[in-house]
Structures are given as structure tokens and as C-alpha cells.
């Protein structure tokens, strides 16, 4: 084996101590990955006050040049669960001690510039407090975005000056996009507001920065990757794409098959696998009664796991929710975001009867058991850079039907009409050809057991594991040292 990588993964999620969404999995399962490849891997996360973590060791607290003084944090050391990765817990309790991650419910952080940098800054002293200097920063969307600027400005002649920059896009369409005014805040250097660095717009843009300076740049699905380059992907920032796009590689995201395991979940009633799939049942039957649906085997039950957001296209499942119901099936969404949709899917939860039911909320356990328990799952994204739940839903068995874009069209394969495929796909987001993708999936799934069969367990034996990704992380590790070093 080459020579083992000294790797900071820095972000603003980790399963599972903070996560808001699928980046949170990748933070808490990827590193695991890379740890049995026999790399020295950590992770450094702030210490927001809804951590629980069962062994915190508490390390000498810490300065970080900040807000033109030093900001003193703490810093907590703790593991990844089944694992030996260290994860560091930056402890402010000003700028994290607050109940949330990025911004209060149905409000805004004025100062996430502020919170976020001081994360970026302090995975340099964090190195300097350790004695350890990573080969390699791997930074996660616009949160982290600010490690290369830093890498490439104040730390430029620090022992840190020679550590490679990895900014991995797992979503474009969040910028980190602040006022001007609060840049000294930072400690940035007034040089790097430029049009090929961060300014945007009469604003900073810290994506932006961050894509023009890392050493490499990943996506999470090979096909965003080039989505990214595109007016509709790039989210204005299409054109820096393309000028890195020879340093841009697309990764597709793992799942953590500990985790998302369906013989042995700890939240589901009856464990299966591929050979017993038939006691996939039970937990169909245990999640209507759960739900109150109607106790019923030859009704399909159809399952949504999301944030209700524009991205997710969820508002368009709100609006089709009586034409789906008519398909004679059964609906069950959990989620939570939009004011609107939130309200559309609880008035049909209150009088769909037996046949609909929508929890609003963000709910671990039930995620599993609804995962376990439906029939097909449907993920109708207007953008989708990978999306985890549709490959959980495939290790279990329950056939995904989404929309053709990014990560969902690289991981689910089409029904052939003969059995071949993992679930159904389609392209145009309207309420008709999404009912009408519904009706397909339901009408194979009444007519076509056998192909249903065939399809589970084609879908459960996919190789859907962290180690295939953790090897291309471990190119584009090598790669942007070598870019690094010839820079
Ligand atoms: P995104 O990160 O865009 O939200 P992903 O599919 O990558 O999409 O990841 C979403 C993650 O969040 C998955 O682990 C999914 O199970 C979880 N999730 C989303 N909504 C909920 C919810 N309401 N309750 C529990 N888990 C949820
Ligand atoms: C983002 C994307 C999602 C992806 C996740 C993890 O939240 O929206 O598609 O799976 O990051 O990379």
C-alpha cells in the first residue's frame, strides 16, 4: 500500500452528532471508510449544544485569530461510533451553544460568516494544538469553503502551507453569500475580494472562493459533476466550475451499511434480507398499524423520507396527493421545511383516512421503519447531487421512483419491462408524469410480483458500501497533493 494520508475532514455536520441532512451521513460514514484503507483520518465539527456524545475528553482550550482578537474555544475529543476516528468538538459557546446548526427555526444567524470561518480557521490550530499536520483539509460546501483561502493566504508560509485543499460540493445551491462589511471579521485579506475569489455580486462568496482555490474539487454523484457545469446546475456558479473543471472529479456518496442494514437495524420490528424477503411484510402491517393506515398487504404503499423543499420536489407531491390517493395506494411522507407544503400534507394526513398519512417532523427511528416498511419509494428531486434515502430504500427493498437528475439517475437502474432494473425513473416534474410514474410503479407492483421480487433482489445485493467511494477519495487525495506541491 502507498504511504498512509494525514486527512482534517472539517465540516458543519456529523452524523451521528449534528446532521440536517445527507451530509451529515457522508461526514459520519466516509472518514470509517478511509480509516480501514489504514489512513490517519479525524474530523473536526463546532460543538453545538445538541450534541450528546457519550465519551467527550476535554483537551486545553485554544485560540483563534478572529474578529480581530482571539476567540478562546474548547476543544472536546470524542469517536465516531464502532469506530476509533477521532472526532474534535470546537467549543464556543457563543457562537455554537445555540440549539442549531446553521440557522433558528423560521429565522436567520446573522453572523454564520462569523461561526462558519472560525470553524475553517480553527482546523489550522487545531493541527498547531495536535502537533499534527494533515496532508490534506477535505472541506464540505460553502460552510468549510473558506480552509483553501485560508491555506492559500495567512497560512500560505505556516508549516500548514503545503497541505492540500479537497472541497467537496454536496449541494450548489447553498453559496455562503455575506455582506462585504463583515470580512475583517474574518481575517481574510482584502486581496482574495476579487472576481476570480470571493467577491460575488458586491458580496462574499465563499463557495465561489473556495472552488476557485481548493487544490481539487469533488461532487457527489459523477453526473452532478456535470450538472455543475451547466447554466441550470451551476447556480450562477457554472462558469468557476468549468475554469476548475479540470480539477473536478464526481464521487458517488456511500451509505453506511452498519447503519442501513435491514438484518440487524435496531429500529425496525423484523429483520430480513435478500433471501427472506417475503418478512419485509411485517413491517409493512407494523407500520400501518403505527400510522393507522388500513392493515392491508394488496394495497402498495408508497413512502416519502425528505425535507420538503423546492429542491426535493415536494410541493409537487402536495399538489398531486389526491390523483395519487385515487391510484388506489397508500401515501406516507415524513418530513419537515416549507411552511406551505407542511400544511397542505397535514390537512390531507387529518381526512385522508386509512390511506394517507404524513408525519411532520425530523424522526430518526421512523425514517428506518418507514424505509423497511413501504413498498416504493418516491423522490421526485428538481435537483438531486446524490440523495442517500433512495439507496437506503434499495438495501431494503423498497424500489425508489424518482426523477432522472444527478446522483438518483447514477444509482437507480431503469425498469425493463422484464424484471431488470432497481426501480422506475422519469424526467419531466409535473404533477401529471408524476402520477403517472406512480401509477406504472403500482400497477408492476399488482401484476408483476415476480418482477417486483427480481428487482428487490437485484437492489439488495448492490455493492452500496463506503469502500469503492473511500478508493476514488483516496485518488483525489494523491491528485491534489501532487497539484499542491507543483503549485
Ligand atoms: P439531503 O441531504 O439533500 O436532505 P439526502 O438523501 O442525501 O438528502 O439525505 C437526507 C438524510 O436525512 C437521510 O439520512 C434521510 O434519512 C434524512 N432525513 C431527511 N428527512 C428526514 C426526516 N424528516 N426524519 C428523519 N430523517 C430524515
Ligand atoms: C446534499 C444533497 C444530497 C446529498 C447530500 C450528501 O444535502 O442535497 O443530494 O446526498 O448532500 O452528499
Known sequence: MASPLKILFVASECAPFAKAGGLGDVVGALPKALKALGHDVRVLIPRYDTIKADTIHHQAPMAIPMMGT?????????????????????????????????DPPNGHSPDNLVRFCTLSRGAFWLGRHLQWVPDVFHCHDWPTAAIPLYANTLERDTPFGGAATVLTIHNMAHQGIFSKRQLPLTHLPWSLYTSDGIETHDAVG????????????????????????????GFG???????????????????DDQLWDPRTDRHIAHHYDVDSISEKVHNKRALQRELHLDVRDDVPLVAVVSRLNDQKGTDVIAEAIGPLLNLGIQLVVLGSGDPHTEATLAAWSHHGGGRMRAWIGFDEPLSHRITAGADLFLMPSRFEPCGLTQL????????????????????????????????FKFWDL?????VESVRWAAGVWRKRPEHIRSMQERSMRKRMGWDVSARQYEDVYRWSIERRRGR
Open 430 to 434: 409535473s404533477v401529471r408524469s408524476l
Open 70 to 102: 482571539e476567540l478562546w474555544c474548547g476543544v472536546e475529543e470524542t469517536r465516531l461510533p464502532r469506530s476509533d476516528v477521532p472526532v474534535y468538538l470546537l467549543d464556543h459557546r457563543e457562537l455554537f451553544g445555540r440549539g442549531y446548526i446553521y
Open 206 to 233: 465563499l463557495l465561489k472562493g473556495g472552488l476557485f482555490h481548493a487544490s481539487m474539487i469533488t461532487a457527489v454523484s459523477p453526473k452532478y459533476a456535470r450538472e455543475i457545469r451547466t447554466r441550470e446546475g
Open 392 to 423: 437506503y430504500s434499495q438495501r431494503y427493498g423498497t424500489l425508489p421512483i424518482v426523477r432522472a437528475t444527478g446522483g438518483l439517475d447514477d444509482t437507480v437502474e431503469q425498469y425493463d419491462g422484464q424484471g431488470g432494473g432497481t426501480g
Open 237 to 255: 456558479l457554472e462558469h468557476v466550475v468549468n475554469f476548475r473543471g479540470g480539477d473536478l472529479v464526481g464521487v458517488l456518496n456511500g451509505i
